[in-house]
């Protein structure tokens, strides 16, 4: 009962933090701009669609059906632990945290073999957000420093990095931005990412 109470918080944090791109928590702003600029994050100079937004979109909706069972198990290193959430016997998401309770890796499990993952910071705020299949990442992947500002970001393939990546320093301007090439792999992520392929 308490994690569906907090679920929809949790959902709202977690995708403010990853359309905000690292800005501020304590900005006020509104959603608009926020979602605007991730989805500005995630298209091309053509207009497409945000695909990864809409892909972590899915998996969330997914994990909203709820799940009827939990498990928790040691991990290698005593300090930690994993926590597992199942839905009629299928795992919907696993988190690997302090025994305090404090996230360290997170994995939501969505239709189709999709995975939301997620690596925390010590202090919680999220290290890096990404959307994975068969172990490899597709779309636009996102790494930010523990203070919330982002570290940088670019796109993959079947795990392959390609388009430009820009890299920032710790007081959040440009460090350098590098090109994988290969644009011709964005019509391959929109393909893979709204299951068409």
């Known amino acids: 009962?308490?994690?569906?109470?907090?679920?929809?918080?949790?959902?709202?944090?977690?995708?403010?933090?990853?359309?905000?791109?690292?800005?501020?928590?304590?900005?006020?702003?509104?959603?608009?701009?926020?979602?605007?600029?991730?989805?500005?994050?995630?298209?091309?100079a053509n207009g497409s669609k945000p695909w990864t937004y809409l892909k972590l979109v899915d998996i969330w909706k997914d994990y909203e059906l709820g799940t009827d069972s939990s498990a928790v198990s040691p991990?290698?290193?005593?300090?930690?632990?994993?926590?597992?959430?199942?839905?009629?016997?299928?795992?919907?998401?696993?988190?690997?945290?302090?025994?305090?309770?404090?996230?360290?890796?997170?994995?939501?499990?969505?239709?189709?073999?999709?995975?939301?993952?997620?690596?925390?910071?010590?202090?919680?705020?999220?290290?890096?957000v990404g959307v994975a299949k068969d172990g490899e990442f597709y779309g636009l992947s996102q790494w930010w420093y523990c203070d919330g500002k982002p570290e940088h970001a670019g796109y993959r393939y079947k795990g392959k990095k390609f388009g430009t990546w820009t890299y920032y320093k710790e007081d959040g301007s440009v460090d350098h931005i590098e090109d994988f090439g290969m644009p011709e792999y964005m019509d391959s992520v929109r393909i893979a990412l709204t299951d068409q392929g």
């Not at 109470?5 to 928590?25: D, M, Q, T």
């Not at 304590?26 to 605007?36: K, L, T």
């Not at 945290?97 to 997620?118: H, T």
């Open 1 to 44: 009962m308490i994690r569906k109470l907090l679920l929809p918080f949790f959902l709202f944090v977690g995708i403010s933090a990853l359309i905000s791109c690292g800005e501020n928590a304590g900005s006020d702003q509104s959603d608009a701009p926020e979602q605007q600029a991730f989805a500005d994050a995630d298209s091309v």
């Open 75 to 128: 991990v290698d290193d005593p300090n930690f632990e994993e926590y597992r959430e199942y839905r009629q016997g299928v795992l919907k998401r696993k988190l690997i945290r302090s025994k305090d309770g404090r996230p360290l890796y997170e994995y939501l499990y969505g239709p189709n073999g999709w995975e939301l993952r997620k690596i925390y910071c010590g202090n919680g705020q999220e290290n890096f």
